[in-house]
Each structure stands twice: as C-alpha cells, then as structure tokens.
C-alpha cells in the first residue's frame, strides 16, 4: 500500500514520509505538496530509493516563513 505521511511540528516545520513507492516515484508523488508549501530544506533518502525497491523519503518543509 503506498502511503504519504505528514507531520506539522510545534515550530511549524513538516516532515513528509512516503511507503510503498520505489525508486524515484516516491518523489513525483509528493511534488504537489513542494508547490503548496514552498522550498525543501532537506532531503533525506533511504537505500530502496537507490534499490529500485520500496521507498521511503523525508522531506522538512517550513509551514510559516
């Protein structure tokens, strides 16, 4: 089952996490939420993005600034 996780923290910031994508889908698939919310700060990659296998992927985007 492919999944976004978000979570907004007290300072603002959001962490996106997707399962169930591979290799770069995970990506695309969360590109809309980067045009609705503005810059990444940090990207962070798991091996199954490399792998070709299940992905999962983090993405910190500040909510207000």
């Given at each position: 089952m492919k999944q976004?996780?978000?979570d907004v923290l007290d300072d603002g910031e959001i962490q996106i996490e997707t399962?169930?994508?591979t290799g770069k889908t995970c990506i695309e698939e969360t590109e809309f939420i980067k045009i609705i919310l503005g810059?990444?700060?940090t990207r962070q990659l798991?091996?199954?993005y490399y792998t070709q296998?299940?992905?999962a992927v983090k993405k910190y985007?500040?909510?207000c600034g």
């Open positions: 976004i996780i978000i399962r169930g994508f810059n990444e700060i798991t091996t199954c296998g299940k992905a985007l500040p909510l």
